[in-house]
């Protein structure tokens, strides 16, 4: 793995969101809130727990103590999630252009008590994989919820972001 390859996957990852916000910003308050019954919820609470998950595994990569977990109630609309969301996704790009390639292969010792009974290792770009596909699950949450809302959503395909951007070999 090296840094071109885990840009791109990050380029992917934050302009697939750009896509949710554009057709998030224009659900009302209360839409943006209002909950279903499956997974996280709401817009808002997949967003928000998407913005912890980036912002725990950076401040792992960097081997900075881990950030407080954001509460979805403290966020009552969507500019509040949003102006947090650009902080966030600005700092993991950064991290992402200024990892070295050799840095990449450096195990970082992850301690999740309620998945693995002991720290388990993983390599930064396993970690930056796992943060872009993660992205890519609730995503697709995401878009349910929204098109349950009656507002529109789209294709998040990979390979089609890729081609469309010029990105395919």
Same mark, same amino acid.
């Given at each position: 793995?090296?840094?071109?390859?885990?840009?791109? &996957? +990050?380029?992917?990852?934050?302009?697939?969101?750009?896509?949710? @916000?554009?057709?998030? &910003?224009?659900?009302?308050?209360?839409?943006?809130?209002?909950?279903?019954?499956?997974? &996280?919820?709401?817009?808002?609470?997949?967003?928000?727990?998407?913005?912890?998950?980036?912002?725990?595994?950076?401040?792992?990569?960097?081997?900075?103590?881990?950030?407080?977990?954001?509460?979805?109630?403290?966020?009552?609309?969507?500019?509040?999630?949003?102006?947090?969301?650009?902080? =966030?996704?600005?700092?993991?790009?950064?991290?992402?252009?200024?990892?070295?390639?050799?840095?990449?292969?450096?195990?970082?010792?992850?301690?999740?008590?309620?998945?693995?009974?002991?720290?388990?290792?993983?390599?930064?770009?396993? =970690?930056? +994989?796992?943060?872009?596909?993660?992205?890519?699950?609730?995503?697709?949450?995401? +878009?349910?919820?929204?098109?349950?809302?009656?507002?529109?959503?789209?294709?998040?395909?990979? =390979? &089609?972001? @890729?081609?469309?951007?010029?990105?395919?070999?």
């Amino acid at each position: 793995m090296d840094t071109s390859t885990i840009g791109r &996957l +990050l380029h992917y990852h934050y302009r697939m969101f750009d896509q949710v @916000w554009e057709y998030a &910003l224009p659900l009302t308050a209360d839409q943006f809130v209002a909950e279903s019954d499956y997974s &996280l919820r709401s817009v808002r609470n997949h967003l928000v727990h998407c913005m912890n998950v980036d912002a725990r595994w950076l401040a792992r990569l960097m081997r900075e103590a881990l950030p407080a977990r954001l509460n979805p109630l403290d966020y009552h609309d969507q500019n509040a999630v949003r102006l947090k969301w650009e902080i =966030i996704r600005e700092r993991v790009l950064q991290y992402a252009r200024d990892v070295p390639d050799v840095a990449l292969n450096e195990p970082i010792w992850v301690d999740l008590p309620s998945r693995f009974p002991e720290p388990r290792p993983f390599r930064r770009w396993e =970690i930056l +994989l796992h943060l872009a596909n993660h992205g890519t699950d609730h995503r697709a949450q995401i +878009l349910a919820r929204l098109h349950e809302l009656g507002a529109k959503t789209f294709e998040q395909d990979l =390979i &089609l972001h @890729w081609w469309t951007n010029g990105e395919s070999a």
